[in-house]
C-alpha cells in the first residue's frame, strides 16, 4: 500500500493509526500542503484525489479517498483486530462518534475554510483563532457529554478496545491542544486521548514522529 | 422506529430516503430548527442528541445520531435492497462519495456556520450566499469529475441501483438549487440526481412532500 500523507494534517493523521493498529506499513509520499502552492493542488495529485485533499491510499488497483472510507476499508480487508464491534448498535455508536468528528468539527476548521476567512472575508488573526476554537469547543464539549454518560465507554471510546472512533479523537484533540484549547472541560475525553496515546499505534502516528514533521 | 425531523435540513432528506428505499414508515416528529430559537436546543432533545443536530432515530433501545452513521445501521439491520455494495473497494468507493458531501460541503453551510458569520463575523447576506455557494460548488466540481470519469458510475453514484452515495447527493443538489447555484457544469450529477428523484423513495423524501414543510 502507499499512503499519500502530510504529517500535520489530522484525516491522515486517522488513516496512520488504523494502519498502525492493523499492522500494516505502507509506502509513504510526503504531500506538503502549503509548500509549491499546496502538492495536493498539482495536477498529478488530483488526478487521484478531485477533491484535492490528503489522505489518499493506494492499495493495488485501487485508489481510495475520504479517510473514515479508507479506515472502513481497512477494517473490512484486514479485519484483525476490528476497529468496529460485532454489533450494529454498536457500530452505529462508534461511527456517530467518528462522524461527529469527521463532519461536525474538521472540515469546520480545515486549512482551506480558513484561508477563506483570511483572504475572502478579510477576517483577523484572532477572530480565525476564536472561529478554530469555536468549532472545537462545540463539538467537544458534545463528545465529552455522551462519552461520560454513555454505558458503552470503556477505556477507549467504545468498551476497551480502541475503534473508529478513538482513530478520529486522538487527532482532534491533538489540534486542540496545538490551539491552545482550554481542555479542562474534557476529562473523559483526555482521560481516552491518554489511554490511546500509551499505545505505540497511536504515539507512532503522531505528527511530530512522521519523517515529514516540521518544528 | 421514530425520526426526529426536520423537512429542510439535508440530513434528515438523507435519512428519509434510506427509509422510503427500505420501506419502513417510521413515526415523525418534527423539530423546528429556527422556530422556539430552535427545537433541537430543548433540553429534552438534547438528552438524546447532544449535538443538537437533526436528525435522531429511535429505534427500540437505541439512539441513533449522525445520518450516515444511521444509514449504515438501516443497511445493517434491513439488508434488502442494500444501500452499499458487496464487495469492499466498491464500500470505499461508495463511503468516500458520500463523505465527499457529508464532511466537505455540508457542515461548512449549515445553519450554525451560516450564522456565525452573520452573527459573530458581520458577514452581509451576498457574502454569506457567495460563501454558501463557493463552498457547494468546490465540491460539486469535485464528484462531478469523479463520477463522470469513474468506470463504477452507472444509471446512479454506484451501478445500477441506488446507494449510500445517493442518499447524500440529492439533498446537496436540492440545497444547491435552493440557492441558486449555477448547476450546467455538473450534467452527470443532473443525470444521477433526475434518475433517483423518478423513484418515489426520492420523491417522498423530499423537503416539500413532509407534513412540516413551508413555503
Known amino acids: 500500500m502507499k499512503l499519500f500523507t502530510y504529517f500535520r494534517s489530522s484525516s491522515a493523521y486517522r488513516v496512520r493509526i488504523a494502519l498502525n493498529l492493523k499492522g500494516i506499513v505502507p509506502e509513504e509520499q510526503y504531500t506538503h500542503l502549503t509548500r509549491d502552492g499546496g502538492q495536493q493542488h498539482s495536477a498529478e495529485y488530483r488526478r487521484m484525489n478531485p477533491q484535492e485533499l490528503v489522505p489518499t491510499l493506494i492499495d493495488g488497483e485501487h485508489t481510495l479517498t475520504q479517510s473514515l472510507a479508507i479506515i472502513e476499508y481497512l477494517d473490512e480487508t ?115 486521548e491518554a489511554e490511546c496515546n500509551a499505545l505505540p499505534a497511536f504515539d507512532d502516528a503522531a505528527p511530530e514522529r512522521q519523517a515529514d514533521a516540521e518544528s
Open 78 to 192: 484486514h479485519p484483525e483486530p476490528p476497529l468496529l464491534p460485532p454489533d450494529a448498535a454498536g457500530r452505529a455508536r462508534v461511527r456517530s462518534l467518528a462522524l461527529a468528528i469527521a463532519c461536525d468539527i474538521h472540515p469546520i476548521d480545515n486549512l482551506r475554510v480558513l484561508r477563506y476567512l483570511v483572504r475572502v472575508l478579510k477576517v483577523d488573526e484572532e477572530a480565525k483563532n476564536t472561529w478554530y476554537r469555536y468549532w472545537i469547543e462545540l463539538g467537544l464539549g458534545a463528545l465529552e457529554m455522551r462519552l461520560a454518560s454513555e454505558r458503552e465507554t470503556g477505556r477507549f471510546c467504545h468498551g476497551d478496545a480502541p475503534t473508529l472512533a478513538d482513530c478520529c479523537l486522538v487527532p482532534q484533540m491533538f489540534n486542540a491542544r496545538r490551539f491552545a484549547v482550554d481542555m479542562a472541560p474534557y476529562p473523559t475525553l483526555q482521560r481516552i
